[in-house]
């Protein structure tokens, strides 16, 4: 199966720039999205086929990346964007998701 | 508005088989595939089944032997049956779709206790 891999945490203040990373362990073309959950929340879609914002997600969200190594990006960060966010990838299969990394204020 | 909706019991009882029923509204099955994901109390998603709008069905590869998924597509319904419970099937499940889990249930907590 194909292993994404995340970093579990990550510091940010309101008003920076932060990247959060996912290495897949064989390529998955761009089918990787990524996805924000809130505690007691269900997922939510923000970024489809590595780099497509979806539908009503604002543009502080981005995301780049091909084969085995994707970005997503916030910027700038703020205080609502405190939350898991997940990678997953449908291009091999079974889907698999990544740990997730969970952003937390400073 | 797409709608999706999970029902099952919220309580099973160890080595009992678990069924759950995602019900869908604003789409049809015939358009776009249905996976179930599990996330355990305070850890991570893990993707668990799937059917394709064609019907085709994938599973995970470590929980496959254990799982059935299914559909009734006059009903909108996606059903999937886990066999053999134990403790650490106890996780919030949920359905998701479109054709990049556009759209999620809120879940049922299911507990596999005696």
């Known amino acids: 199966d194909t292993v994404l891999t995340q970093s579990p945490a990550l510091a940010v203040s309101p008003g920076e720039r932060v990247t959060i990373s996912c290495r897949a362990s064989e390529s998955v073309s761009t089918l990787m999205h990524w996805y924000q959950q809130k505690p007691g929340q269900q997922p939510k879609l923000l970024i489809y086929?590595?780099?497509n914002l979806a539908s009503g997600v604002p543009a502080r969200f981005s995301g780049s990346g091909s084969g085995t190594d994707f970005t997503f990006t916030i910027d700038p960060v703020e205080a609502d964007d405190i939350a898991t966010y997940y990678c997953h990838q449908s291009w091999n299969s079974p889907r698999t998701f990544g740990g997730g990394t969970k952003l937390e204020l400073k | 508005q797409v709608q999706l909706k999970e029902s099952g019991p919220d309580l099973v009882q160890p080595s009992q088989t678990l069924s759950l029923t995602c019900t869908v509204s604003?789409?049809?099955?015939?358009?776009?595939?249905v996976s179930w994901v599990r996330q355990p109390p305070g850890k991570g998603l893990e993707w668990i089944a799937a059917?394709?709008?064609?019907?085709?069905?994938y599973y995970n590869s470590v929980l496959k032997s254990r799982l059935s998924i299914s559909r009734d597509t006059s009903k909108s319904q996606v059903f999937l049956k886990m066999n053999s419970l134990q403790t650490e099937d106890t996780a919030m499940y949920f359905c998701?779709?479109?054709?990049?889990?556009?759209?999620w249930g809120q879940g049922v907590m299911v507990t596999v206790s005696s």
């Open positions: 998701a779709g479109g054709s990049y889990f556009d759209y």
């Open positions: 086929k590595a780099s």
């Open positions: 059917i394709s709008s064609g019907g085709s069905t």
């Open positions: 604003g789409f049809s099955l015939t358009s776009y595939g």
